[in-house]
């Protein structure tokens, strides 16, 4: 065969041979991975190269040639701006748009509410407690260890955490999620205490959270809160006792067993505020919000005690009479 029509045949071959890799390489790009229905999860460790992770994603799948995923890469010059952490995938994602993912740092985020009314306790349990974390043994610090950690020293840690849902990747240490909760509250604590009424019997924005956390746990009616607020700041002015039972209970510790006796009200813990004057030392609860904006606005009157009426409201009376009354109400109600 004449060497110019050998030439031709190898110009025709190659040609062939770039057009089918084009086709190839375009239909790659174009084509989504292959995911189930849904979302699968996905995760990159840290110092994962391009070629491992390339692997990885043919290996499960999700693409069919793991050299144009390199290729495509160094072509962006993305090989050295991956991101680490956990992310989901979902129908639909193309090889480009998967790239774009890998490098945007897109990563999954995972929710844990703290719940308002909850102790220090019950918010670390809960978080040491859930699936992402898998109790690492934050719980078996102590309050004194937890607080060292979080850079407050010889800080007592109930009522500083703020109560809400915090996202975090997988990565995060369980230890951080406490430690935005706690700047939360420094910061949304110091914006009440700026906008609170004046001449409060309140002299930091310590007392206020104590008397925020009485009110959390003394109603979970939102509207009744400046009420309850009202009646302890009038109390507190009058020099009268709180006489709070969420108080005494969180003094009886792991000795109180769901039922509140005449003899707990008389045991001389720090925070029976039956037989002490003023605020208990501490709060007793993590505050919400409307707690502690309770607490630095309450609402005006002349009520000075208060009563549940057992569907988780309140009746507020001025005088003791008036009070006695509506505690007896209370008590036929409830039979």
């Known amino acids: 065969m004449p060497r110019r029509v050998l030439s031709i045949l190898g110009v025709l071959v190659l040609l062939g041979a770039l057009a089918w890799f084009g086709y190839d390489g375009w239909r ?10 849904g979302p699968i999860l996905f995760e990159i460790t840290r110092g994962t190269g391009i070629y491992p992770l390339a692997q990885r994603l043919a290996g499960q ?12 890469t160094y072509i962006r010059r993305d090989q050295g701006r991956l991101k680490a952490g956990e992310y989901a995938l979902t129908p639909g994602l193309t090889p480009p748009k998967l790239l ?16 308002e ?27 004194t260890e937890i607080m060292a950690r979080l850079g ?18 997988r990565q995060t240490p369980p230890l951080e999620i406490l430690r935005r909760a706690l700047v939360r509250m420094d910061q949304i604590l110091a914006e009440e205490w700026a906008a609170r009424a004046p001449n409060l019997p309140l002299k930091d924005p310590y007392e206020a959270l104590i008397l925020a956390s009485l009110i959390e746990k003394e109603t979970g009616a939102a509207d009744e809160r400046p009420q309850i607020a009202g009646v302890f700041i009038r109390r507190l002015r009058l020099g009268m006792r709180l006489q709070t039972d969420p108080a005494v209970i969180y003094g009886l510790g792991a000795r109180y067993d769901g039922n509140l006796r005449r003899a707990d009200l008389l045991e001389p813990t720090p925070y029976n505020t039956y037989t002490r ?59």
């Not at 774009?100 to 719940?115: A, C, N, W, Y």
């Not at 630095?296 to 988780?312: C, H, I, S, T």
């Open 277 to 335: 004057a003023g605020l208990p030392p501490t709060p007793i609860a993590l505050p919400g919000r409307a707690a502690i904006q309770a607490a630095l606005q309450p609402a005006e009157g002349e009520a000075l005690y208060f009563v549940a009426k057992g569907d988780g409201r309140h009746v507020f009376s001025r005088t003791l009479e008036e009070h006695n009354r509506a505690v007896r109400q209370s008590l036929l109600e409830r039979r």
């Open 100 to 115: 774009d993912l890998f490098v945007s740092g897109r990563v999954l985020e995972h929710p844990i509410t703290l719940i």
């Open 117 to 143: 009314g909850w102790t220090f306790r019950q918010a670390v349990a809960a978080i040491d407690a859930h699936a992402v974390f898998g109790n690492q043994g934050l719980s078996a610090l102590s309050d």
């Open 152 to 169: 407050r020293p010889n800080v007592h840690p109930e009522g500083l955490f703020f109560p809400d849902t915090y996202r975090f990747p």
């Open 61 to 72: 799948g999700l693409i069919a040639r793991p050299w144009y995923f390199i290729a495509l």
């Open 28 to 37: 790659f790009i174009t084509t989504p991975i292959q995911t189930a229905a």
